[in-house]
Each structure stands twice: as C-alpha cells, then as structure tokens.
C-alpha cells in the first residue's frame, strides 16, 4: 500500500476514536441530568439525522473538491459540536451537529479509496479501513469508559498545570476535553492525506438539481442487480450494527450487573469480533466471491438469540467475538462490491452518499424501534429475540433476492447462447 494510505487511515482512526468515546461520554452526561433511558438510543438517531437529510448534498460536497479537504473541514464540525456539549448545549443537539461532520466526513474518508487505489486493492484496503475503524470502536468505548470511571476520572480531574486554571471541574467537562483533543489530531493526519489529483465537478448550487442528481444515483444503485444486494447488506449490517451497541450496554447491566463503565468495554468486546472478522475476510474473500458471504448474516442473527441465555461473563465475551467476527466477516466483501459498483456507476462521493443515505435510515429506523420498545417497558430479553430474528430474516430474504437475480441472468444468457 502506498504511504497517503496509512495517513487515511490514521485520520480514519483518531476521528472513529472520538466518535465513540464521545458517544459513551454523551450517555453519561445524560444519566448525570436524570434523563429517560429512551435519550440514549436516541443520541445515535441524532448523530444519524444529518446522512439521511443531507444525502442529496454531502455527496456531492464530497465530489468537488480534494478529499483530503473535506475530511479537514468535517473534523472541524465535529470539535465545534464537542465544544458546544462542552459549553452546556444539551447533549442530543451537540450530538446531532457532530453528526453532521460525520455525515460529511464519510463520502470522502470512502470515495478517496476508490479514487487513490485500483479495484483489485478495494477488499484488502476495505478489510484495514474496517478493521482499523473497528479498532478505534474497541479502543474509543475502552476510552469513553475509563473516562466515565470514578477513580481515573477522579485522578485525571487532579492534575493541574502550573500557573493555568483549565476550568475543568467536572468528570463530563474533563471526558469533552479529552474528546476534542483526539479530534485535533485526527485534523492533523487530514492535512498529510494525498491529493488524488482526479477532476473535481464544480458543486452545484441548485439545491433542485442536488436532489433530482441525488435520487438518480438513488434509483441506478437499487435497479443495479449486485449494487442491490450490496446495498440491502450493508444498510441491514449498519442498522443492526448501531442498535446492538445500544442492546449490548443494557443487556450487560441487567443479565451481567455491570455499571455503565464495564457494560462499554464489553461494548467493545463485540467491536475485537469484527476486527477478526474483517481481516480474514480481506485475506480469504476475492470481490467476485463477495456474495457468497450472505449465509453468513442469517447465521448471526440466529446467534444473537443465545444471549437471553447467558449470565456468565467469560461466556458472555466469547459470544460476542463470535457476533461480531461474523459481521465483520460478511460485510467487508460486500462494502467492497458495493463500493466498487457505485463508483463505476456514478462517482465515489455520489455512490458513498447514497450508501450512507440507506445505511443510516436503517440506522433511524432500528433505534427508534428500540428507543420505542424501551420506553414501552419491554424487557431486554425480548427485545434481543426479537432483534436476532429480525436480522435473520431479513438476511435470508436478500438471500432469496440474489438467487432470483442470477436465475435471471443466467436465463438471459442462455438466451443470448440460443440466438447465436
């Protein structure tokens, strides 16, 4: 891989980092002010609102000018929406603002791959970009945890700088400073991100003309047979993704009585499976191969069930590398073809928008159901059958989909066989 790569991934890491310590961070702030249990699943609606309202836009923000450029700004946003948490906005709004860098941010983190790389290094740079952003979710909820934990926040509150008042007296004040500072940095690996130096389209400013742009791509994805099932994968992987994080912390405290600090880390327990997941993929799994992986996320969805039967913590932990070992494994492959067939299709950024637009609509919808469930006073237990059920049979419906769609293919060439 060249060198521009590992600073992608660099500025890839240090940003997911803070997004997921910030995340834990966010959830306690919202305990500290009495909040109801369904805010915190809301905070991943917040953060998610921006993909889904500014799809037709982000896109092509993303197409017109250098990537390296747009990630720059985006961490931008992100640090202002940290700041403004910081300085007493309630956390769902900050969150939704650090939301909107990240919608940003995304389209071009995605799109600068398939500008910088040929197609036959899309799997193995997918399989390190996805391992690396899993990596920063272990290490950001281990983070956020260790922030939130009575005796190292009480030590980090403790230390001072010589003739500086910081004004940092409180555990979340000192959590958001940390944050924006893993933020920084991910801004200084921006500015080491290569120039691709591909053509960029002037941006539009006909808000019109973006959205018409944007359902086109829209529609040529979904009629797209393999962009179809690639699209179908992953916006299920990222909606059931973003929920089970939510499942796993209130699960951890009921069948396992961890407090919020511990339930995080195991949070990221989930986070090591699809780390494993994503690089055996990238080592065992071509592209042309990439649909064969679709067994695999019922087979994970039907697992999800054997958590109502556990009380065991080393169980506890094995089974979630296990969940998130087959994740990463089938989502990898599919996020490739995926990325591949939206760039030949329409252009990185405008394929990486219209990804995130399904993804994250998902993501609205799956915890807006939970947060629902929650606040109807459903028990975990039954909210994680039915999650599990839900992902399996979704699966296997995509599954049907694609063998309709090469039955399909293969009449039409045995068709064309026949004419000639």
């Not at 921006?50 to 946003?77: C, E, T």
């Not at 958001?176 to 933020?183: A, D, H």
């Not at 469930?373 to 059920?389: E, K, P, Q, W």
Request: glycine share 8%; proline share 4%; aromatic share 10%.
């Amino acid at each position: 891989m060249p060198f521009g790569f590992y600073m992608i991934m660099a500025a890839q890491f240090f940003s997911a980092l803070a997004d997921n310590a910030l995340l834990i961070a966010s959830i306690y702030v919202l305990r500290e002010m009495a909040s109801p249990q369904e805010y915190e699943p809301l905070l991943k609606l917040f953060f998610t609102l921006s993909y889904v309202l500014l799809a037709a836009f982000v896109g092509a923000f993303a197409d017109s000018m250098p990537k390296w450029r747009v990630m720059l700004i985006s961490n931008g946003i992100k640090i202002v929406g940290c700041s403004l948490m910081f300085g007493g906005m309630h956390p769902l709004a900050a969150y939704a603002v650090v939301g909107l860098g990240a919608a940003a941010y995304s389209p071009a983190k995605y799109g600068i791959l398939t500008e910088y790389l040929p197609p036959r290094l899309l799997v193995v740079a997918n399989g390190w970009i996805e391992g690396l952003t899993v990596g920063a979710i272990i290490l950001g909820t281990l983070v956020g945890g260790m922030l939130i934990k009575p005796n190292f926040s009480q030590a980090l509150l403790g230390f001072d700088l010589p003739l500086i008042d910081t004004g940092i007296d409180t555990v979340p004040e000192m959590a958001l400073c940390i944050v924006g500072i893993l933020y920084l940095i991910a801004a200084l690996f921006n500015l080491k991100v290569p120039d691709t130096g591909v053509d960029h389209k002037v941006l539009k400013k006909n808000p019109a003309y973006l959205i018409h742009d944007f359902n086109h791509c829209l529609r040529l994805l979904w009629r797209d047979k393999l962009g179809q099932i690639s699209l179908a994968t992953t916006t299920l992987f990222w909606g059931a993704g973003a929920t089970l994080q939510f499942i796993v912390i209130k699960w951890a405290e009921q069948a396992l009585h961890l407090d919020l600090s511990k339930a995080s880390m195991l949070q990221g327990v989930v986070a090591v499976g699809v780390a494993i997941g994503a690089a055996m993929a990238a080592k065992m799994v071509t592209m042309r191969a990439s649909v064969k992986v679709i067994p695999l996320g019922i087979a994970m969805g039907i697992i999800v069930n054997v958590m109502i039967f556990v009380t065991d913590m080393g169980v506890a932990m094995a089974l979630m590398v296990l969940i998130g070992g087959l994740s990463g494994f089938f989502v990898v492959p599919m996020n490739a073809l995926l990325q591949h067939r939206g760039h030949i299709l329409m252009g990185a950024g405008h394929s990486i928008a219209v990804q995130n637009f399904n993804e994250n609509l998902s993501i609205l919808v799956m915890t807006g159901l939970y947060a629902l469930l929650i606040r109807l006073n459903f028990s975990i237990n039954t909210v994680v059958v039915a999650f599990g059920l839900f992902v399996a049979g979704m699966m296997y419906l995509v599954k049907r989909r694609h063998e309709a769609n090469q039955r399909e293919f293969d009449a039409v060439a045995t068709l064309d066989e026949s004419l000639h």
